[in-house]
């Protein structure tokens, strides 16, 4: 896919950098990256690629388990409705 490929490094090194994570809340995670937003308690939303894309994910801290929601630029972010499951 070539859709947002410019962001690719980006995002390679942060998934490789919350594979190696072991947060267990919030506030773990935030102290490796201050710039993050967290939506709410489990949903998170990351500056990528000098701030041009927004990566959503959820966040299990129990289980550490990642799970990406979406990527896409400021522009897209805005539409987006992430909800809380």
Do not use: C
Request: charged share 30%; aromatic share 10%; proline share 4%.
């Amino acid at each position: 896919m070539t859709m947002h490929a410019d962001a690719r490094p980006a995002l390679r090194t942060l998934l490789a950098r919350t594979a190696a994570a072991h947060w267990r809340n919030p506030q773990e995670m935030l102290a490796w990256y201050p710039r993050a937003s967290v939506i709410r308690k489990r949903l998170v939303v990351f500056d990528i690629k000098g701030n041009d894309y927004r990566l959503a994910v959820r966040i299990d801290f129990d289980n550490a388990i990642v799970r990406v929601l979406k990527i896409g630029t400021h522009a897209e972010y805005d539409k987006w409705s992430l909800q809380e499951e």
